[in-house]
């Protein structure tokens, strides 16, 4: 099943960190979002462009409407004409399968 049809699992804080492999395999799936590493921490982030603030905020609200249904949140950073989007699963300090089924739903909400 491809992630973007996946529903996020609640996730414990003993839960396992994706693998390198599970990374390799899930990014497979997305479009242009980068891995990137702060404080040690891995996560996923994209930038998505917009013609303008009001189009911006607009794909804001859908994020935030799609994170609350997944039960799961992002960093959202909202700028005129762009939005960065940051997934990565606060609980166990790094990525695990819901931020790339996340990212997936992120990526058909831009279209």
């Known amino acids: 099943m491809?992630?973007?049809?996946?529903?996020?699992?609640?996730?414990r804080a003993d839960a396992p960190r994706a693998t390198d492999a599970d990374i390799r395999d899930w990014r497979q799936e997305l479009s242009g979002?980068?891995?990137?590493?702060?404080?040690?921490?891995?996560?996923?982030?994209?930038?998505?462009?917009?013609?303008?603030f009001a189009a911006a905020m607009a794909f804001t609200q859908q994020v935030a409407d799609l994170a609350e249904a997944e039960g799961h949140h992002p960093a959202i950073i909202t700028e005129w004409g762009q939005v960065t989007?940051?997934?990565?699963?606060?609980k166990i300090g790094g990525l695990h399968r819901n931020d790339f089924i996340c990212a997936?739903?992120?990526?058909?909400?831009?279209?």
Request: net charge negative; glycine share 4%.
């Open 33 to 52: 979002w980068k891995l990137i590493e702060e404080d040690g921490v891995q996560k996923l982030e994209r930038r998505f462009a917009f013609d303008d």
């Open 85 to 90: 989007v940051i997934w990565w699963t606060h």
């Open 104 to 111: 997936a739903k992120t990526d058909a909400l831009a279209g």
């Open 2 to 11: 491809p992630l973007a049809k996946e529903t996020c699992d609640a996730c």
